[in-house]
């Protein structure tokens, strides 16, 4: 190989190493775990473990202690991993209109868009991942299953700025008002702002591959079937909700005797 050749050659060799090296299917290889903290008053408690191998990645989510009940049914809860943002979850300053309950909204500059929905069964992608019928049921449940992963979410987590959200608040432990809670969701006026903001969050970090982290939530349930739904979430900018007989959601607090 001549002067001018080997001149050629070196900066193609190099790039084929900088693109070795970012390949999507190995760059977050590993395990990633996070404990759930509470937002907006909630007293439920959630651990998380992403074993990632290649495009691959192993969750198991286990989830205690959130609202039971929704429109006379368990309480859909959804979840997802987030990013694109600081990594962060939102802090009590967050709320920026002092209503006492930070929205989604409110939280969205810290830990970002969602990347992957955390779905009990079927797609995991944005757009899947809104779906009540593929959310956790009731105030206590797991996701133990293996899902695909995508270039942007392996990124955010070798980033550390992949953030787990799970969404809907009781009515009883809400940081806000019953007013502030039944007010118009900033996602969709129709639903109740509760319902959508934010109940458990964590971002997750790496970790010994299997192992969860200390401090957290009780084994969960198994998931019910999907069938058992009665509502949908879909996405079109936002969380929205929508029950299948429609209307406005209003809930209230329940009493002491009834939490």
Known sequence: MNKKMRLLAAPALALGAVALAGSPALAADGSYSST???LNGTTGTGTITVDVTGNTAMVNLQVSGLAETFMDGPYPHVQHIHGGAQGVCPTPEADANGDGIISVSEGAPGYGG???TLSTSGATTPAEG??????????TYSIQRSIELD????????AGTAVVVVHGLDPATSTGSEEAFNSPSDLNPDLPLGATSPALCGTLVASQMGAMPN????????QPGAGDNTAMI???GGLLLAAAAGGTYAVRRRSADNA
């Open 36 to 38: 759930l903290g509470q």
């Open 114 to 116: 969602i990347l992957t």
């Open 151 to 158: 270039a942007d979410t392996k990124a955010a987590l070798e």
């Open 215 to 222: 401090g957290g939530a009780d084994t969960g349930v198994e």
């Open 130 to 139: 809104l779906n009540l019928a593929l959310g956790g049921q009731g105030g």
């Open 234 to 236: 879909a996405l079109g």
